[in-house]
């Protein structure tokens, strides 16, 4: 995205996406999930809906047997993002594919993302390897993510920058212990969510305080009965000065089969 969805222009976007709308066959009354009134204030709203969702992100990446696409939506019609990896055969590359939005005009401070999702396999069966699908950034401290395994949702947080594109690779296989970077947590949060059907999943990242960087991220899966613990965030890994940077992903690793993850409706806000 070029800049976030802008308060000053609601009424615009509002009559943009309802025509937008008659034009992909979307009832008028029924406007996108983004051109509703109550989510005219994100710093960033995305439904695929309308318009070029590209042209809204700040990076888009596919490499190793990936693909994204925009697909019909049964979770919020008309569209989704779908972003597909091939079966990785165990000692392969690993693959990723997915888009960010980077807040270049912002400082780190606390940052809620939501989002709807969908893991879609083959079989119906769990994970076999490890699947990437989220990574918070601050751009002068470090970094967290989460990813889907055969263990459950995994959380990772990092204190370098420099090493954050890790945390979809050779990191997103360490569950058990910290690895060899300064700083790493690794650790599993939780059960894994119910496969082939759509979850939202709530995450805030929250600096403790204290001014030295520490804090802890947060996972709610909404629907899933059991709770998730809280992701440890290492002194010096949130930068009030960095720049906040979100990744969705399908990072999937030697040894997955193949696997698409589904978004829709998803959002960031941010707090000083």
């Known amino acids: 995205m070029r800049g976030p969805w802008l308060r000053s222009a609601f009424g615009l976007l509002a009559l943009n996406a309802l025509a937008c709308a008659s034009l992909i066959n979307l009832p008028n009354d029924s406007p996108s999930y983004c051109a509703r009134p109550e989510n005219q204030t994100h710093a960033y709203c995305e439904d695929f809906d309308v318009g070029d969702a590209a042209a809204r992100w700040s990076f888009v990446f596919n490499l190793g047997g990936t693909n994204w696409s925009i697909a019909p939506s049964d979770d919020s019609p008309p569209n989704l993002i779908a972003l597909a990896s091939e079966t990785i ?23 809620h993302v ?13 994970p076999d390897g490890a ?4 990574l ?37 296989t360490v569950l058990d212990d910290a690895g060899p970077d300064a700083g790493e947590i690794a650790q599993v949060l939780g059960a894994l969510p119910v496969l082939d059907k759509w979850f939202r999943i709530v995450v805030d990242v929250t600096p ?3 001014g030295n960087g520490g804090g802890s991220l947060a996972l709610n899966i909404i629907g899933v009965p059991t709770g998730y613990l809280a992701l440890p965030i290492a002194p010096g890994t949130l930068t009030a000065s960095g720049a906040p940077l979100v990744g969705f992903s399908n990072a999937a690793q030697p040894g997955t089969h193949a696997i698409t993850v589904e978004y829709d409706n998803v959002t960031i806000d941010l707090s000083p």
Do not use: Q
């Open 131 to 134: 699947i990437g699908f989220l």
């Open 208 to 210: 403790d305080g204290s």
């Open 89 to 111: 055969p165990p000692g392969g590359a690993s693959a990723v594919v997915g888009f960010d939005k980077e807040f270049t005009d912002a400082g780190f401070g606390a940052l």
């Open 136 to 172: 918070i950034t601050d751009k002068a401290g470090g970094c967290m993510a989460l990813n889907f395994s055969s263990l459950g949702v995994g959380g990772f947080s990092l204190v370098s920058p420099t090493a954050c594109a890790e945390l979809t690779t050779t990191h997103a």
């Open 114 to 126: 939501e989002a709807d999702m969908r893991l879609v396999t083959p079989d119906g069966a769990a």
